[in-house]
């Protein structure tokens, strides 16, 4: 049935956008991409919401039935990551208004190496001082943060996206996305400071 | 063994024949939100520009009435009416800004509500409006004839039956018929012409009953 959709070798070595074109015409193809996602979004869906891995993954599957008769709606000029992060936002933002429930930020315990990411500092004496600092020290001054920080602070330091992703992920202006991260950085150097450890967010 | 989520969608996707949206269901749906952003955008600048055209009008009576807190209301309907179609306008750019541009633009949307605010001024200045369904309709709807028919509240109009300059005194029938003696300060009667006929309005105090002494008189129009 599927001559260039089933073997994941070959999934693996096509663009995004090559696959949904791919879609179009065998819609088995969307499993490679949905499989290239799934624990992203997954991930991300938890991240931000702190729903439970079963309601993140109901979620998740909303997002990608939602992404997939939507697809000719994808704009290519943006990255499909960007459109499928940011339907996957409104989603999990939906679910949560639906719930009557306020989206709560949740950042797990296994982004030891992204939560390390966020505080670095430029003086490599001090580097060894600054690793001891605790990632739960760090999440919880990353909870005290405005939801609009967290949310960038998630997206650029967690997620690893550019502010250009960012941009495309929460539909705003790019200087917007800068001046967020930078005050989020400079919020989250003060929460830190506040419960006693005195470091630079640095600049990623 | 669990499935993963791409199985399952997957199969849902096959099983219930789930199909793909036509980009032209994309482009239909583009057009309809213009449309209707651009019907917004009319009826927006109509809307200010009445708002204008009634303020206008009842512009004299914030000034000289005894009790401007009365005007409230009509004030507040005014605004009432505004926003809601602000409220409309901006809830469809919050919504759909994506067809015109990429992101959620504030110059793109300030340069719109600034677009509606000056396109509604220079229609009330030019009086594109007037004469027209919306200043009729409009004119039912405030009812600024009862605005200025509330002598215990200080204002009168209708329209001239008879002038005595000597007495400095007119016969003033109001949108009910009923006659009204009105006083007039000398000055006032100097200042310009009346004309039999013509419809006025006035600020003033109910002296007597059905007589009103004139303190500033309008032309109606």
């Given amino acids: 049935m599927n001559l260039v959709c089933g073997q994941k070798k070959e999934c693996k070595k096509k663009s995004d956008e090559e696959i949904i074109g791919l879609i179009k015409k065998n819609k088995q193809c969307y499993v490679c991409l949905m499989e290239r996602y799934e624990e992203k979004i997954i991930r991300y869906i938890k991240r931000i919401s702190g729903v439970s891995a079963e309601t993140a993954e109901d979620i998740a599957q909303n997002i990608f039935l939602k992404v997939y008769i939507n697809l000719n709606d994808f704009d290519p000029e943006l990255k499909f990551s960007s459109w499928l992060y940011r339907i996957a936002h409104n989603e999990t933002i939906n679910y949560w208004r639906r719930n009557n429930k306020k989206a709560k930020l949740n950042v797990s315990w296994d982004d030891n190496e992204a939560l390390q990411n966020i505080i670095k500092d430029e003086k490599n004496i001090e580097q060894e001082v600054y690793q001891k600092i605790t990632n739960e020290k760090l999440v919880k001054a990353i909870n005290q943060l405005d939801e609009k920080y967290q949310e960038v602070i998630l997206l650029n330091y967690l997620e690893g996206k550019s502010y250009q992703e960012i941009a495309d992920i929460l539909k705003k202006p790019m200087g917007t996305v800068g001046t967020l991260i930078n005050r989020a950085k400079f919020k989250l150097a003060e929460e830190l400071k506040d419960l006693g450890i005195n470091k630079q967010v640095a600049n990623k | ?221």
């Fill in chain 2, 1 to 221: 063994m669990k499935k993963n989520i791409s199985q399952t969608v997957f199969e849902k996707i096959d099983r219930d024949k789930i199909t793909i949206r036509p980009k032209r269901y994309f482009v239909f749906c583009s057009i309809f939100w213009l449309f209707l952003g651009g019907l917004f955008f009319f009826l927006d600048s109509v809307l200010l520009s009445l708002c204008f055209y009634f303020s206008d009008k009842l512009k004299p009576m914030w000034v000289f009435i005894n009790n401007p807190l009365a005007l409230i209301p009509i004030l507040i309907f005014f605004f009432f009416l505004l926003v809601i179609g602000s409220v409309l306008f901006v809830a469809f750019l919050y919504r759909k800004s994506r067809i015109c541009c990429r992101h959620e633009d504030w110059m793109l949307w300030g340069s719109i509500v600034l677009g509606i605010f000056f396109l509604s001024f220079f229609a009330y200045s030019l009086g594109v409006f007037e004469n027209t369904i919306f200043v009729k309709k409009g004119e039912e709807l405030v009812n600024v004839k009862k605005y200025w028919s509330k002598p215990s509240f200080g204002t009168l109009s209708g329209k001239i039956d008879s002038i005595y300059f000597e007495s400095k005194k007119m016969i003033l029938r109001d949108w009910s018929g009923r006659e009204w003696v009105v006083q007039v300060d000398g000055d006032l009667l100097r200042g310009r012409t009346y004309q039999q006929g013509e419809e006025i309005k006035i600020i003033g105090e109910k002296i007597a009953e059905e007589t009103f002494f004139a303190k500033k008189v309008w032309s109606w129009r």
